[in-house]
C-alpha cells in the first residue's frame, strides 16, 4: 500500500492562508480625506491653487484638483503647468 503524502497538500493550504488579505470580507472604509471646498468663479475654465504645483479645472461648475507634473508650477497667465521662474505663481514661495 502506499503512504500518502500531505506535504504538497499542507504547501497549498499555507499558499492560500499567506495569499488572504487580512480583511477578507470586512467592509472597505475610505479614510481619505475628502478634497477641498473651492467655489469655481466660472463654469469653465483653469484657475490658481494654494499650492503652486496644482491647479483647479472647473468644468460645468465643479471643480477638479490637478497636480502638475514634478517640478512644474501652474503658469496662471497661460493656463498650463510650466517652469517655476516663468509661472510666476504668487502662490509659490518667493514669487516676485
Known sequence: M??????PLLAFVAAVVIAAPAHAGAPVVDTEAPPPFFDCPQPHGLFLHDDPGKFWHCSNGFPYEQQCPANLYFNDRLKQCDWPVNARNPNAFGAD
Open 2 to 7: 502506499k503512504r500518502l503524502t500531505t506535504v
